[in-house]
């Protein structure tokens, strides 16, 4: 089993910045894709930003510019740098990874992402 922790959340003025982390622990043995998703109250949950092993990177359109997602193996940690937010930004913000020797979904508890004035 693997365990996800997100840390970094909180409240932000437009145009502010945040950080955001996720840590595996437990029977990591290899992650594959790392990423983020993000869902707001009434709406589905999307896929922010991921990047895989090999160091592609995608991204929400409505994100690109603003965030950057990057990945620390030796640490088995993700992160996700958010500039410039807005209140559209505003959300549960999730960290997925794909991980283990047969690859399995594992995802965090979330972490609360607040823009406003």
């Known amino acids: 089993q693997v365990q996800l922790v997100e840390s970094g959340g909180g409240l932000v003025q437009p145009g502010g910045s945040l950080r955001l982390s996720c840590a595996a622990s437990g029977r990591v043995d290899r992650i594959y894709t790392m990423g983020w998703y993000r869902q707001a109250p009434g709406k589905q949950r999307e896929l922010v930003a991921a990047t895989t092993s090999g160091g592609s990177t995608i991204y929400k359109d409505s994100v690109k510019g603003r965030f950057t997602i990057s990945r620390d193996d030796a640490k088995n940690m993700v992160y996700l740098q958010m500039n410039s937010l807005k209140p559209d930004d505003t959300a549960v913000y999730y960290c997925?990874?794909?991980?283990?020797?047969?690859?399995?979904?594992?995802w965090g508890q979330g972490t609360q992402v607040t823009v406003s004035s």
């Open positions: 997925k990874m794909v991980a283990g020797r047969i690859p399995e979904n594992y």
